[in-house]
């Protein structure tokens, strides 16, 4: 599908933490064991108890397999949702959880993702790259919404099941798009009649499958 921003202001808080659940469980094969061909997976996924901020952690296992073996990344997810105001995600939105790497160890992680509606500001994406560097075993990463609509997009089921106008939506596009070639490899065989049928069929609500000016057959 092509990409196009998704409105996650129609989310709550709760609802956007099961959007980033459904992602990662959307990731997980029916054989968690990853072959050769694939180089990681993710293999487990389970939810915390709610902290001060009344969101919950999600907790995902993944495995790696690089040319020596595989092994196994634990990730503690957070999601702050910001989309609403629109502000990024800053330092002070934290100061009621535990230190990043207190979180880590408290659930026996080696690796945190933060996953905004927004961005992170300029201070936490700093700080996150800080204590990347500073460590030979953790690693932070972040999500911002641009990263968050790419995955999102790269599933159906996910955009079916929470962005279902927007699903709906892009499908008409593709079809009018797959029509409107088809439309132009045939051009001259195809009446204008024919052509604003399949106009009225698609309803798409772009580009619209046009006759080109010749006369059909």
């Known amino acids: 599908m092509p990409v ?29 064991e990853p072959t050769r061909e694939v180089s990681s997976t993710v293999i487990s996924i ?18 790696v397999r690089d040319c020596i073996a595989p092994r196994l990344i634990r990730w503690v997810v957070q999601c702050k949702h910001k989309a609403v105001s629109g502000r990024s995600v800053s330092p002070q ?9 207190d979180i880590l160890r408290y659930h026996n992680a080696n690796s945190y993702l933060l996953v905004c509606s927004t961005r992170p500001s300029a201070k936490l994406q700093a700080l996150f790259d800080g204590l990347t560097n500073d460590s ?6 972040v999500w911002d919404y641009a990263q968050l609509c790419e995955v999102v997009f790269s599933s159906e089921n996910v955009m079916k099941q929470f962005f279902p106008e927007e699903y709906n939506r892009q499908r008409r596009l593709i079809e009018s798009c797959q029509v409107e070639e088809w439309a132009k490899r045939f051009d001259g065989s195809i009446s204008p009649e024919a052509l604003a049928a399949l106009n009225s069929i698609i309803q798409a609500d772009s580009t619209r499958v046009h006759d080109t000016g010749k006369e059909g057959a």
């Open 4 to 32: 196009s921003p998704l409105n996650l202001t129609e989310l709550d808080d709760e609802q956007f933490e099961d959007l980033v659940e459904a992602i990662f469980r959307a990731k997980v094969p029916p054989n968690p």
């Open 46 to 63: 389970a939810r915390s108890g709610r902290g001060q901020d009344a969101g919950r952690d999600l907790l995902v296992t993944t495995m």
């Open 93 to 101: 939105d934290f100061v009621n959880d535990f230190a990043f790497p």
């Open 136 to 141: 030979n075993t953790y690693q932070y990463i």
